[in-house]
């Protein structure tokens, strides 16, 4: 079974400060992995993904993310936050040898201050 | 393009009443998921649907909650008799991508709280 851990469960910035949220999952093959984003009020929207390929993946609104197999790892970056990146952001891995189950992190609530 | 519509937004009931939600996923999209997000959690798979035929539902309390998506398009999760750990908030998403490989696209979710 696959599980992921997301260890900033609270943070909260200032503007133009730069992020990154760590996310580590747990699997014993190929994985599909996700960062979904949900702002206040509204619901849960794909922010990047990553199947194969080049392991840098760049998202909307400037996020990125990092895969690096032998960490287990797929940690969500940007440069310089914004007022309106205030939102919860989620995690997710999906195993490929079985059913694809999406699995989901606990989240990371990132307040921005302007 | 119509996004995941679900219903009721919001419902409030006491424990061992029943309730039902209502999806409707975004045409033509034949993956269907529920998930449960209780407060302060990520999304909990309950339940996965490939057109009108169950793929996992191992996480699903079966002997409360049951799932069904006839003729493959809409979909309805009910819970009878509802616990105080069933408040939560119940997500619907779909993919068009099939089993796999597929962004999921989620509704705004159903609010329930059990009193």
């Known amino acids: 079974a696959q599980s992921v851990s997301q260890h900033n469960h609270h943070v909260i910035l200032s503007e133009a400060a730069s992020l990154e949220l760590g996310c580590n999952y747990s699997?014993?093959?190929?994985?599909?992995l996700f960062w979904y984003v949900q702002y206040p009020g509204q619901h849960l929207q794909l922010l990047l993904k990553?199947?194969?390929?080049?392991?840098l993946v760049k998202g909307i609104k400037g996020f990125e993310a990092e895969f690096i197999k032998s960490k287990f790892s797929f940690n969500l970056r940007k440069p310089s936050v914004q007022w309106s990146d205030t939102a919860e952001y989620f995690c997710a891995v999906e195993g490929t040898g079985g059913s694809y189950i999406p699995t989901f992190g606990r989240g990371t609530s990132l307040i921005v201050h302007p | 393009e119509a996004g995941v519509a679900q219903s009721p937004r919001y419902k409030i009931i006491e424990k061992r009443q029943s309730v039902a939600f209502w999806c409707n996923p975004i045409s033509g999209h034949a993956t269907l998921y529920w998930y449960q997000q209780i407060l302060g959690q990520g999304p909990k798979l309950l339940i996965q649907f490939q057109n009108n035929g169950v793929v996992d539902d191992s996480q699903l309390p079966k002997d409360r909650f049951s799932a069904e998506r006839l003729k493959g398009v809409d979909s309805t999760l009910k819970i009878q008799p509802a616990k105080l750990e069933d408040s939560a908030v119940y997500l619907c998403a779909s993919t068009s991508k099939g089993v796999g490989r597929g962004e999921l696209f989620f509704g705004e979710g159903s609010r329930l709280t059990v009193l």
């Open positions: 699997y014993g093959g190929t994985v599909n």
């Open positions: 990553y199947f194969s390929g080049d392991p």
